[in-house]
T-cell receptor, first 113, second 122 residues
């Protein structure tokens, strides 16, 4: 099945550092969603983006909807140990098929003290 | 408000058997979508139910089926299990759904996931 290209695949950073990851697609999406998944759990919705160029924050997290509508970016500032996990982007097409999320390959984040 | 719940959390079956997984959406959510997550293929969309009708379907064989009840709870069934069906099965709920649903409210289509059912086929 289709997966969006997400990079980097994994990151090993120190506590306090900023993190950037991105997601690209060959298709246009109406909505971009960012999720975080902890081991053995389901993905948790972090941020939703609805308009091209939109920049949205949720605490230390900031995400952007790319102007081409084919990409999205997530930044985490001043990382802390609980940021550890796998981050997924997901593209949502038009409302008629809004349920058919297409997920990225994931970015595994590990934070050291 | 309670989140999405899935039962059972863990399941071990043998090849050829069938299995039924259950999902209760967030109260007020009418759409339930199912996903399969494996290390090789990642998260893949199986199907979506809204108002007891399947609205969208992914690229999975007919052995995978589902249904939705009038209270929006949903079940997923996999028949004639294969080793490759071992995966984490996730369901997600949203206020609105695909197909005939119309919702202008921003966020109506945001999907919230349950903890998943870990299925192991031996």
């Amino acid at each position: 099945g289709q997966q969006l290209n997400q990079s980097p695949q994994s990151m090993f950073i120190q506590e306090g550092e900023d993190v950037s990851m991105n997601c690209t697609s060959s298709s246009i999406f109406n909505t971009w969603l960012w999720y975080k998944q902890d081991p053995g759990e389901g993905p948790v919705l972090l941020i939703a983006l609805y308009k091209a160029g939109e920049l949205t924050s949720n605490g230390r997290l900031t995400a952007q909807f790319g102007t081409t509508r084919k990409d999205s970016f997530l930044n985490i500032s001043a990382s802390i140990p609980s940021d550890v996990g796998i981050y997924f982007c997901a593209g949502q097409p038009n409302t008629g098929t809004a349920s058919k999320l297409t997920f990225g390959t994931g970015t595994r984040l590990q934070v050291t003290l | 408000k309670a989140g999405v719940t899935q039962t059972p959390r863990y399941l071990i079956k043998t090849r050829g058997q069938q299995v039924t997984l259950s999902c209760s959406p967030i109260s007020g959510h009418r759409s339930v979508s199912w996903y399969q997550q494996t290390p090789g293929q990642g998260l893949q969309f199986l199907f979506e139910y809204f108002s007891e009708t399947q609205r969208n379907k992914g690229n999975f064989p007919g052995r995978f089926s589902g249904r939705q009840f009038s209270n929006s709870r949903s079940e997923m069934n996999v028949s004639t299990l294969e080793l490759g069906d071992s995966a984490l099965y996730l369901c997600a709920s949203s206020l609105a759904g695909g197909g005939r649903a119309r919702a202008d409210r921003q966020g109506a289509y945001e999907q919230y996931f349950g903890p998943g059912t870990r299925l192991t086929v031996t």
